[in-house]
Nanobody, 115 residues
Framework: VQLQASGGGLVQAGGSLRLSCALSGRTLSIYYMGWFRQGSGKEREFVASVRTTDGYTTYADSVKGRFTVSRDSAKNTVYLQMNSLEPGDTAVYYC?????????WGQGTLVTVSS
C-alpha cells in the first residue's frame, strides 16, 4: 500500500486548509485511515482517523470541532478538512493506513499557520 499526501501550505490563523491522501496498491485490506502530525521538536501525535467500513471517526481533543476527517472509498482517498487553524497546528502532517494498526505511512505534508 502506498500513500501520497498533498494540500499543505501556509495559512493565517483562523484560516482553513484541506489535506488529501490517495491510497494505491492492496487497499482492500485497509480498515483504518488517518492523520498524524509532528511539530518541530515534538513527537508525532494522532490527529484523526476514519474507519473504512462505516465511516466512524475519532479525533484528538485538540482538534475536535475544528477538523473533519472523511474518506471517498471510490477514490481511495482520505481527507482532513482543517478549519479555525491555530499556530499550534503548525506541523508536518502524515496520512496513515492499516488493518488493526497504522502500518502504512505517507511522506508528510507541511502545514504552517502564521499568527
Amino acid at each position: 500500500v502506498q500513500l501520497q499526501a498533498s494540500g499543505g501550505g501556509l495559512v493565517q490563523a483562523g484560516g482553513s486548509l484541506r489535506l488529501s491522501c490517495a491510497l494505491s496498491g492492496r487497499t482492500l485490506s485497509i480498515y483504518y485511515m488517518g492523520w498524524f502530525r509532528q511539530g518541530s521538536g515534538k513527537e508525532r501525535e494522532f490527529v484523526a482517523s476514519v474507519r473504512t467500513t462505516d465511516g466512524y471517526t475519532t479525533y484528538a481533543d485538540s482538534v475536535k470541532g475544528r477538523f473533519t476527517v472523511s474518506r471517498d472509498s471510490a477514490k481511495n482517498t482520505v481527507y482532513l478538512q482543517m478549519n479555525s487553524l491555530e499556530p499550534g497546528d503548525t506541523a508536518v502532517y502524515y496520512c496513515a493506513a492499516g488493518i488493526s494498526d497504522f502500518v502504512y505511512w505517507g511522506q508528510g505534508t507541511l502545514v504552517t499557520v502564521s499568527s
